[in-house]
């Protein structure tokens, strides 16, 4: 079960901190990854990170401005989200997979609720 938070209302330039729990056990292979979806448009990939090694994916458009991490511990993955843009309004969710680093969205098959993050001009 994934359960993601940190979502809120920033103005452009701004920051915010997406998180992401992941019950149960976790596995070498495990990846989680972010996909957004804004009003009117299809969901597209954010990042992704591999859990065991931390391997990262990186969408283009926030390469530089968003990072990607995980902590073992409690089993999180947070996505830090700076110098924030209205473009990057969306409902955010958080997803998992085994397997390869894809930022495919049809090989994600577990799935969080979303949460809305709106960047004001």
């Known amino acids: 079960q994934l359960q993601a938070s940190g979502g809120g209302l920033v103005q452009a330039g701004g920051s915010l901190r997406l998180s992401c729990a992941a019950s149960?056990?976790?596995?070498?292979?495990?990846?989680l990854g972010w996909f957004r979806q804004a009003p009117g448009k299809e969901r597209e990939f954010v990042s992704a990170i591999r859990w065991s090694g931390g391997s990262t994916l990186y969408k283009d458009s926030v390469k530089g401005r968003f990072t990607i991490s995980r902590d073992n511990g409690s089993n999180t993955v947070t996505l830090q989200m700076n110098s924030l843009k209205p473009e990057d309004t969306a409902v955010y969710y958080c997803?998992?997979?085994?397997?390869?680093?894809?930022?495919?969205?049809?090989?994600?098959?577990?799935w969080g609720q979303g949460t809305q993050v709106t960047v004001s001009s």
């Open positions: 997803a998992a997979r085994f397997g390869s680093l894809l930022e495919y969205e049809r090989y994600y098959h577990y």
């Open positions: 149960g056990r976790t596995f070498s292979s495990l990846i």
